[in-house]
């Protein structure tokens, strides 16, 4: 059974950092692009990151680029979101997903996503 589990959210002050992970199952995960998507309180889900099936190739959305950094570990089968000097703006639920790194548009089947609160 295809599965993607997210874990590693939590409450950080603005300018603190998390690192997100996405653990796969039930498919060949090394043939996949996969991304990390969130979704704020009242606002729809966007493409945060995707990164192609070897590594070579990502994409960010202008709002994360030049602080967070996505990567994959094909051996362990997962997926990372580093995130560094964390906005308010930044809080949401994220989830990972397949991933279209043309237009950062997930697809597929979605888990429970991980809680990221950004306060003070």
């Known amino acids: 059974q295809l599965q993607l589990v997210e874990s590693g959210g939590g409450l950080v002050q603005p300018g603190g950092s998390l690192r997100l992970s996405c653990a796969a199952s039930?498919?060949?995960?090394?043939?996949?692009?996969i991304g990390w998507f969130r979704q704020a309180p009242g606002k729809e889900r966007e493409g945060v990151s995707c990164i192609s099936n070897s590594g070579r190739s990502t994409n960010y959305a202008d709002s994360v680029k030049g602080r967070f950094t996505i990567s994959r570990d094909n051996g362990k089968n997962a997926v990372y979101l580093q995130m560094n000097d964390l906005k308010p703006e930044d809080t949401a639920v994220y989830y990972c997903a397949f991933c279209d790194i043309v237009t950062l548009t997930g697809f597929g089947s979605w888990g429970q996503g991980t809680q990221v609160t950004v306060s003070s």
């Open positions: 039930g498919f060949t995960f090394y043939l996949k692009t």
